[in-house]
């Protein structure tokens, strides 16, 4: 068994760039090129504040141990955001998952993003739900939420299959704002057709970043990019030495 040091150089370098980029953030902004689906989304949440309505962040319907939960860690990114702009409205935000275990950590975000604003008061166990314990199941309990909840916009960013279809389709029937994004390429496909503000690939990690969350989350992306460049610098020099017959 032998130890993966390139691994852990890739690691630590990762580290290294997100502590610095941390650091120089305030100093150096970080420019990001557009996406349409977050720069529309805050006069969405506007309109839905101003008009009583609400707006609901489904988290998925991967579980909180395995792979699955990265895009719905980074949806807990985007509710908290979208929970501290809503929490004064008549309707704050609720957010929706097919897990339990999910569906805990999203009332717990709930719950800091009112405290963060002084209405822990306002706070309601119930805004961070399980629908279902499976994907279809979790799938049909969304027109529910959508109906007696009065959501206009609709913020799909977690594990989808190919049910994430029919969850984007019930917005897009009440012409909601709906944002769709998910880890799986097929479902990708699926919502890219489906929604009005499709999320592809890295996209769907990119939402603390651009809703500014934190520092980190903008640090992230930008250490993601260097480590990103130097790979592909790694990978055409080890193939120009491997062309010129010299081996590593």
Same mark, same amino acid.
């Given at each position: ?41 805050? @006069? /969405?949440?506007?309109?839905? &504040?101003? !008009?009583? =309505?609400? #707006?609901? +962040?489904?988290?998925? *319907? $991967? %579980? ?74 979790? @799938? /049909?309990?969304?027109?529910? &939420?959508? !109906?007696? =909840?009065? #959501?206009? +916009?609709?913020?799909? *960013? $977690? %594990? ?89």
């Amino acid at each position: 068994m032998t130890f993966d040091w390139v691994g852990l150089a890739i690691l630590l370098a990762f580290v290294l760039l997100l502590l610095l980029f941390a650091v120089v953030g305030r100093r150096w902004p970080a420019a990001f090129r557009r996406l349409p689906a977050y720069e529309g989304l805050s @006069a /969405a949440i506007e309109r839905a &504040v101003e !008009a009583g =309505e609400r #707006v609901h +962040v489904s988290l998925g *319907t $991967g %579980s909180v141990i395995g792979p699955e939960s990265a895009p719905a860690m980074a949806g807990l990114a985007v509710l908290s955001k979208v929970a501290a702009a809503t929490v004064m409205s008549d309707r704050p935000a609720v957010a929706s998952t097919a897990d339990g275990a999910m569906a805990i950590l999203a009332q717990d975000t709930l719950r800091s993003a009112h405290a963060r604003v002084g209405a822990a008061d306002r706070y309601q166990p119930t805004a961070g739900r399980m629908l279902g314990a499976t994907p279809y199941s979790y @799938a /049909a309990g969304i027109p529910v &939420v959508l !109906a007696t =909840e009065g #959501v206009s +916009v609709h913020i799909l *960013t $977690g %594990s989808f299959g190919a049910e994430g279809a029919l969850v984007a389709d019930f917005g897009e029937r009440r012409h909601a704002f709906v944002i769709a994004g998910s880890d799986d390429v097929h479902a990708q496909a699926l919502l890219h057709a489906t929604a009005d503000y499709p999320l592809i690939g890295e996209e769907v990690f990119a939402g603390g970043a651009y809703l500014n969350v934190g520092v980190f989350h903008g640090a992230s992306l930008r250490a993601q990019d260097v480590i990103r460049v130097l790979v592909i610098l790694a990978i055409l020099a080890g193939t120009l030495l491997r062309t010129l017959g010299i081996g590593l």
